[in-house]
């Protein structure tokens, strides 16, 4: 069983769309992210939620809306898809308690044309 | 979150010792050291962390200087799946909710 999935794994979209990936993980973890791999392959953080509640927003765009359903999902939605978007997305969980593994998943490879 | 500096990529041969270095100079007392690797089109896994003390653990070893300004991770026979990105990263004691990622080492093995 996959700890921490995501889908699509790869997503090819035209300018100007809206696309969602979902993710899911069955560890029972309280937290979740997404981060985000340029082409340069720096990893950054975007959103974290803990227990369905938004807890870290690093500045992006509104564009991006992730939702929680419940704590075990983490979706992220993009309207209006731009060039710039085209990355890697990585969802991830972690438990609750500080300094403690962070699980990632295989990541998104999404591509606007 | 503290920044960390680590060698943009190094090489090793197959089933030798690696020793990824790792400079921390402005982490503060409460700061927990993680690695964390990404192999080629994964997403990161976890390696390994500690506080003061030196850690072991069925991937790698993590040594860290006694003033805790630099650390080591250790890896004792390196495969060619061990061949990946490797970071360094600092977590507050209080479990800052994200990690940050800096540019890491990518490791090169040799068969």
């Known amino acids: 069983d996959t700890a921490v999935s995501q889908t699509p794994k790869y997503l090819v979209t035209q300018m100007g769309n809206d696309k969602s990936i979902k993710c899911e993980q069955n560890l029972g973890h309280d937290t979740m992210y997404w981060y985000k791999q340029d082409s340069k392959k720096f990893l950054k953080i975007m959103f974290s939620?803990?227990?369905?509640?938004?807890?870290i927003n690093e500045t992006v765009p509104n564009r991006f809306s992730p939702k929680s359903p419940d704590k075990a999902h983490l979706n992220l939605h993009i309207n209006s898809l731009e060039l710039g978007d085209s990355a890697v997305y990585f969802c991830?969980?972690?438990?609750?308690?500080?300094?403690?593994?962070?699980?990632f998943g295989q990541g998104t490879r999404l591509t606007v044309v | 979150d503290a920044k960390t500096t680590q060698p943009n990529s190094m090489e090793s041969n197959e089933e030798e010792p690696v020793h990824l270095p790792c400079n921390h100079s402005?982490?503060?007392?409460?700061?927990?050291i993680h690695w964390y690797r990404q192999l080629p089109s994964q997403g990161p896994e976890y390696v390994i962390h500690?506080?003061?003390s030196n850690v072991n653990n069925r991937m790698a070893s993590l040594a860290i200087a006694e003033d805790r300004k630099s650390s080591t991770l250790i890896l004792h026979r390196a495969t060619l799946r061990d061949a990946a990105v490797y970071y360094c990263i600092l977590r507050d004691k209080g479990g800052s909710e994200k990690l940050v990622f800096g540019k890491g080492t990518k490791l090169t093995v040799n068969p």
């Open positions: 939620y803990n227990n369905k509640e938004l807890i």
């Open positions: 402005t982490i503060s007392g409460t700061d927990y």
């Open positions: 991830a969980s972690s438990p609750r308690e500080p300094n403690t593994e962070a699980f």
């Open positions: 500690g506080l003061t």
